[in-house]
């Protein structure tokens, strides 16, 4: 799904350069995502040795899938190729995640629920309302071994399908509506043929009309000199140069 926008202007998104976005905390991601990040720092400081590098990564993982949640969201006004990005990286940090709940339980000769069965049917019930992430983590804090890592293998499988269906979105939008580049045109087009006085094509071209050299009478051109107490100045040189060495100033 998109990123759900945020309440910062009552203006028509299609009107704004700068769109609605931000809105992260009305994803459903987002709520699975935080979810699994306060579970697992209590799973680790339950089960992981706290300074083992499995405990920082674990952690690191998920606290990953959140904040890139967060920051593609804020990056989607202008990049969509940022928040794609970043929304693929935090479905990778929790692939990634659910590999280390795997490995938890293999290590330890505990089951990996399968999906179908009535304990991982049971979890996904009582994970249905991602509205509240302190109830898992009182849940975490004292389950056993085997409930508690496949309750947070479940929930975290939960998040990375909500982000694969929130990339899946995300690549439509980008085919359908174009990213920030397009809208840039589209707003200064718009702006532009509402105030007719800023049409740039209709303006008369600034630049001098080159004179005639003094000399041979040929078009000139405008130079700059390089040396001398003008240097740096500008003024008209025949186009015949060297042959004919005709000058005029700029002010006439």
Known sequence: MPSAPSDQSNSSDDSRLIPKHGGYRKLRSHGAALAVYDATVVFCDRFIERRSRTHDQMVQAARSG????????????????TELKLTNVARASLEELMRDYEDFLRHRSLPVWDKNSPQAQEARRKL?????????????????????????????????YLLHRQLARLEQDFLEHGGFT?????????????????????????????PACPLCAK????????????????????AAYPDCKGTRPTTE
Do not use: Y
């Open 66 to 81: 959140v904040r890139n949640i967060e920051e593609g969201s804020a990056a989607s006004a202008t990049s969509k190729k």
């Open 128 to 160: 249905s309302d991602q509205t509240d992430s302190s109830a898992l983590s009182a849940f975490i804090k004292t389950a056993p071994p085997e409930a508690a890592a496949n309750t947070l293998l479940c929930l975290t499988n939960q998040a990375s």
């Open 182 to 210: 397009e809208r840039l045109h589209a707003v200064r087009s718009r702006a532009r043929q509402s105030n007719p006085s800023d049409r740039s094509d209709n303006k008369p071209d600034a630049s001098p009309k080159p």
């Open 219 to 238: 078009p000139m051109r405008l130079r700059t000199a390089r040396q001398g107490a003008h240097a740096g100045s500008q003024f008209w040189g025949c």
